[in-house]
Structures are given as C-alpha cells and as structure tokens.
C-alpha cells in the first residue's frame, strides 16, 4: 500500500474495543475512535456525587483507552438522537430497558456517516460473536451490519475469523490471518491476548457502563414515564434516576430522598426546579418532591421525610418546605414509623 488506510474504531473504554484498536494498530493502518454519548452511562456520575464512592476510578476509561494507545478520540454527543432509540426500538429490549440491538446499530450508522465525512476507508468495533445475548450473536451481527448501512465495511477484528471476510480484508488492506476467532462469553482470551500486549491495567471484562442494563434503574425509568403519561425524558431526568432513594406514596408525585452528604450537595443544584424538604434543627436529608403535590400530599411527604434523619425518634419535628420561587413555609409532624411506610411505595 502506498498510503496506510484509515479505521474508525468505536471505544466504549473497555477491554474488547481496546483490543481491536491494539490489533488494527498492529496491521499498519490509522486508527481514531469514537465514542458515543448518550447520557446513559455509569462514569462520571454516581461515582463522583456519592461520598462512599470517592475511592472508586473515576477515569473516564475510552479517554484513558486512546492515551494508553496514542490514537485521537472523539466523543460525539447523540443525547437527542438517542431518545427515538430508546423509545422506540425496533428489536425491543433485553433484560431491562436496553435496547441493544438498536442501539448498536445506531451507533455503527453514525460511524459510517462519520467515516464517510472525514474520509476514512472503513470502521471496526470490539464484537464477538456470542459475547451479548441480544446484539452480539451469530444471528444478529449481519442484521446490525445491514440495518446501519456498513455492511462489509465493517470490521470485528476479534472474532472476524467466525465471520465472513469483509472487503478490507479481500482488498489486502488488513491481513485476515492475523486477526481473531474469539467467541462466547468468557474472557479468558481477550485477557490472555491482553497479557500478550503487555496491557496490565485496563475495565473490569464484562463490566458494562450503560445504567439501562440495571434493573432498578429501568423500573424508576419506566415509572417515571408511566407517571407522565408519555414516554420521554430530558437529561436532567436522566441525571436523577441515577441518584437517592425513589418513593412514589401517591400517583401523582414521588420523593427523592437523598441517601447521604454527596447526594445532598448534588440535589441542591435542582432547587429552583423541584419543592424541597429538610428537617430543621436535625441532620437529614434534602428530599424533592417531583409532581403536583397538594397540601395534604406535602404532609405526608414531610412524615415520610422525618423517617430518614436524626429526628425519626422525636415525637414531633419542624420541616422546612422550600416552593420553586424560593419561599419557605414551616409544619410541624410526627414522624412516620418505618411500619407504616409501605414497600410498594419504593421504586
């Protein structure tokens, strides 16, 4: 070749997708990444808020992948174009509310008009056959080549000898030999080829950063769109499912209670936008009230509230109720015995 070929490698940060960036470089060619942005992922956000978190990495691990690597990463933000994925998916969801196969279609689609519009020569990501129960099986890797348009011009170097050749690799410009023909779930030989690189540290294998694979996460999505009456969400949403206690005591409105001081401080950056709770006089949390909430429902809310502070033993105790405009009105309750918080109440 008289000029290397140019590869636009999708980087989620972790194990796999490092590998086939380490094994492109190894063929010659010119790599670069892209990394998708659609809100819905763990780094960055309850790792840095919550306090018993703080010892944990705090990387954000496809950044970290192209330093190690010496490549150029970029990070396209597709916050709004995402939405119709996730609502409407046209394979529906896995476990919970993923839609991975949609999604990974998207993203290759995106890739493509990428590549397309800063002329490079095709794309590759970090998939193996029989790795993910929904997007990554022997049956639905040609859909996803198909549906996003890239057909042969997308690249699986792990896993490509269990694949059909794609066109770089009938035209020479990557040696089919050399690649890979990992499959299944174990790890074992992506670990082992990490080995071979010399790559000591690098995410946790099988790990995951995307919160709608999480269960709970899910159920407060799904209720949260059940309560509004139409599936939608803006990221502010997004932001605080990820955080506090959720208990909806009536359909029309939920608390999200704070669990501890680095939720508190994050919570009061949503002042203005939610009424707010706290006990006055004892250590609690900041609880917001999301919906229409009457004044009946503000005071049993506030009963709710005294059960998850330093005043749950008192017999009565002052709360501080903040409007949106910034007034605050004081009652005075009892506090709410943990017997008479029903559990259907949490979310």
């Not at 956000?45 to 192209?66: E, F, G, S």
């Not at 794309?123 to 099986?137: D, F, W, Y």
Request: glycine share 8%; with cysteine.
């Amino acid at each position: 070749m008289s000029e290397a070929k140019k590869v636009a490698v999708l980087v989620s940060g972790g194990l796999d997708s490092m590998l086939a960036v380490k094994v492109l470089q190894e063929q010659g060619v010119h790599v670069e990444g892209l990394n998708f942005y659609t809100g819905f992922c763990v780094e960055g956000h309850t790792h840095a808020i919550r306090k018993k978190d703080q010892k944990k990495d705090k990387r954000n691990n496809a950044l970290w992948v192209a330093e190690q690597l010496g490549i150029k990463l970029h990070i396209l933000d597709i916050v709004d174009e995402y939405k119709d994925v996730l609502i409407n998916p046209k394979h529906g969801y896995g476990a919970n509310m993923n839609p991975c196969l949609d999604c990974k279609i998207f993203m290759v689609k995106k890739a493509l008009q990428w590549m397309e519009e800063h002329d490079f020569d095709f794309i590759a990501t970090g998939e193996v056959v029989g790795q993910r129960p929904m997007s990554q099986r022997k049956d639905t890797m040609p859909i996803v080549s198909n549906e996003s348009g890239a057909e042969d011009l997308l690249v699986r170097p792990l896993c490509a000898k269990n694949l059909p050749p794609t066109l770089p690799e009938r035209e020479g410009w990557i040696d089919r030999e050399t690649l890979y023909d990992f499959s299944g779930r174990t790890r074992k030989p992506q670990m082992a080829l990490a080995d071979q690189f010399g790559f000591e540290d690098y995410a946790t294998p099988a790990g995951g950063c995307c919160f709608l694979t999480d269960k709970s996460y899910s159920v407060k999505l799904v209720d949260l769109w059940n309560a509004r009456g139409e599936r939608d969400y803006e990221m502010d949403d997004i932001m605080l499912l990820k955080v506090g206690r959720h208990i909806r005591p009536r359909p029309n409105f939920k608390m999200i209670i704070s669990r501890e001081e680095g939720e508190n401080n994050f919570l009061q950056g949503y002042r203005n936008q939610f009424i707010t709770m706290q006990v006055a006089d004892f250590a609690g949390p900041l609880v917001m009230i999301d919906g229409v909430a009457s004044a009946e429902d503000l005071a049993l809310a506030a009963r709710i509230t005294t059960r998850f502070g330093k005043a749950k033993t008192e017999p009565e105790v002052t709360v501080e109720i903040r409007a949106r405009d910034g007034s605050v009105q004081k009652i005075k309750v009892s506090p709410m015995s943990a017997a008479d918080i029903e559990q259907s109440w949490y979310i």
